[in-house]
């Protein structure tokens, strides 16, 4: 929780506001070894279990979530996506670096098929992160520029090359300044 010199977010307030002891012990752990420098820290609360829309807490309260971050948009749990997890991990956790995997083939195969472009590539990665940093690689050897441009308050990713282009200022301001970056306000920006 922030200290008594520092101003309450609304997520901070909410956190306080609602949480029980157990709750809060769960939280104080986490930020004793938790790095504070993103905007979703400090945490405000655990998740013990989740399943469709609804994230269950220590304590067993459940919370809609209705946010969604990064790849909950099917909900947590879904049934059809656990089974084909757990066929893929009876088989085969990854491909080592070098490698590649029936799976992996047949996963690019469908997304070049979905780009509708027949001589579609496709590069697979880890992360969003990944993926902005692999296109930001692209880009610049497909054109021979380096310059690039992002919206303020716009997120890439949380690695050092996608950082270097979001547009979140507690996210960049450690960075320091990029050759070449420039940022603007979004074309949907209140005016």
């Known amino acids: 929780m922030p200290s008594a010199t520092e101003s309450l977010t609304p997520r901070n307030q909410w956190s306080i506001e609602t949480n029980t002891a157990g709750e809060r012990s769960l939280l104080k752990r986490d930020m004793a070894f938790s790095i504070q420098g993103n905007s ?46 757990h066929r893929q991990l009876d088989q085969l956790t990854l491909a080592p670096r ?43 050897a497909a054109t021979n520029r380096y310059k690039t441009i992002s919206f303020y308050d716009s997120f890439h990713g949380r690695n050092a090359g996608a950082l270097s282009v979001g547009g979140g200022y507690n996210d960049r301001r450690m960075l320091g300044p990029v050759a070449g970056h420039a940022q603007g306000p979004s074309a949907l920006a209140p005016r």
């Open 40 to 85: 979703n820290a400090p945490c405000v609360m655990s998740v013990r279990r989740a399943e469709g829309i609804w994230l269950e807490d220590s304590d067993g309260r459940r919370v809609a979530d209705l946010y969604g971050n990064n790849a909950h948009h099917i909900g947590y749990r879904h049934p059809v996506l656990v089974a084909a997890l």
């Open 98 to 140: 070098g490698l590649t995997s029936e799976t992996s083939i047949e996963l690019g195969e469908t997304l070049a098929r979905m780009w509708g472009d027949p001589n579609a590539k496709v590069g697979l990665t880890p992360s969003g992160g990944d993926a902005n940093d692999a296109a930001i690689c692209v880009a610049k």
